[in-house]
């Protein structure tokens, strides 16, 4: 009735809770699979009588994450906690076994209320490009400057948009557990965007070279810091001199020597984009 009344386009499927009551009465048989196929049914029901209608579908609320439920709603929501440094390891695992384009990732408010944590907008934006980007967020709210900040990311997030539906995941490996180094490669590994993430303090600081892989290695590559707003370099740095000239280097080169990354404070994030020359 609410679909039939109102011009909705989208529903946040939530399902919080589990299903220890799902039976026949007292000392009846368990009727957990009968219920499951119930909801299967009520989503094809909604679906044919509101063509183009999107349910993201909520993540571990009653274990919701089945092949029936993927194969039903258009996206999941990955999880209710959006403290970017929480979201990077239950994104990269539940990527695992869920296309990233229909993981949804939102961009947080500053002060996130699940943690209590404070989080820059480059740090929020950097690590929810890896899916389906959203605002989660009263947009109202911002200063002039911020919209336009918030506008850049989304613009950002636009245009690698296709990449991350038809490209594929990779994670480079780093010795220091306080960076986080990971990727989208497009099928044809003619382009790719990565993001080098800084969780907490470096255990040894300025860290050494990060590896992009994936890449094709006699390839050559144009490689760009894109991350919107910039990047400024800190004092305990000299220039990063590859994000400020035309640097070229081949899959190779980027994958077995790598390049040096920003020295960071903890929960800061770059964005690099590499475009086949």
Known sequence: DILAAYPISYIKWDHNRDLV???????????VHAQTLAVYRLID???AAHPGLEIE?????????????LDRTDRIWTSDCLDP????ENQRYTALVVPPEMMGMH??????HSTGRTVTLTLSGAVALFGHFGIEWDVTTLSETDAAAVGAWVAL???VRPLVATGRLVNADVADPGLDVRGVVAADAASAFFTITQTQTL??????RVRLPGLTPDRVYRVQ???PGGIVDTPAQSPLEWAHHDTVLTGRQLAVVGLRPPVQNPQQAVVIEVTAV
């Open 21 to 31: 009551d799902a039976a026949a009465g007292p000392g009846g048989a368990a009727r």
């Open 45 to 47: 029901e909604l679906k």
């Open 57 to 69: 579908s909520c993540a571990s609320g009653g274990a919701r994450v089945d092949l029936g439920i």
């Open 85 to 88: 440094i929480e979201r990077l």
């Open 107 to 112: 961009l947080t408010t500053p002060h996130v």
């Open 157 to 159: 997030a636009k245009r």
């Open 203 to 208: 255990i040894s600081s300025p860290t050494g």
């Open 225 to 227: 810091l894109v991350t």
